[in-house]
């Protein structure tokens, strides 16, 4: 199977799949897929075509409209927990954020109940808290944190940095993990999660 990772939509697309054929035996048309979510038959087409190339899904038969199946994952999968990796967070200057996910797999790092993503860190700014480039920053997504916690933070350009939190007055201090580089002071600041734990690929 195939290790490509699947975009949100197409996450979206597999589980439509799985459930339309718990509840109705059979698995749903391209037309039914495409008004599920409010799109036309072309760009589903595309999708299937895409998840088909990837391995998550194949067709019975050709030119069958209700031939499209799920390819069993959990051989290759185990029991970890599947999260996205929504894209690179600066741990230096701020960089945009990506929009486009790949999945890690997780066993016992998630509390259960919590919405949480995974971030590849970019940069050295938080070195001295143990957190390296490269390395895997697992988030729970909330939009507020307490002083002293390690936040992804939207700044007012639209930019995000990963960052301790802190509130001074009418303000709000960005501080790096390094002695090297000087904090961040903004007047308004969008919080989209708080570092729960860090993953070091070797």
Do not use: C, W
Request: glycine share 8%; hydrophobic share 40%; proline share 5%.
């Amino acid at each position: 199977m195939s290790n490509l990772p699947l975009t949100r939509r197409q996450q979206d697309i597999l589980q439509f799949l799985r459930t339309y054929v718990e509840d109705h035996g059979i698995s749903p048309t391209l037309e039914e897929i495409a008004a599920q979510f409010g799109v036309n038959k072309v760009t589903i087409f595309g999708h299937v075509a895409e998840m088909e190339r990837k391995g998550v899904i194949r067709r019975r038969a050709k030119g069958v409209s209700r031939s499209l199946e799920v390819v069993d994952q959990e051989s290759d999968q185990g029991s970890g927990v599947s999260l996205p990796v929504l894209g690179k967070i600066a741990a230096g200057s701020p960089i945009e954020t990506i929009e486009e996910p790949e999945l890690l797999n997780f066993a016992d790092l998630v509390p259960d109940g919590k919405d949480v993503y995974a971030l590849e860190v970019q940069g050295e700014s938080m070195i001295e808290d143990a957190i390296a480039d490269g390395d895997i920053v697992l988030i729970e997504r909330r939009p507020s944190a307490r002083d002293g916690e390690t936040v992804v933070a939207v700044l007012p350009d639209g930019d995000a940095t990963l960052k301790r939190f802190y509130r001074e007055g009418n303000q709000f201090r960005l501080q790096p993990a390094n002695s090297t580089m000087s904090p961040i002071i903004v007047d308004e600041v969008e919080i989209r999660g708080v570092v729960i734990g860090v993953v070091r690929k070797y």
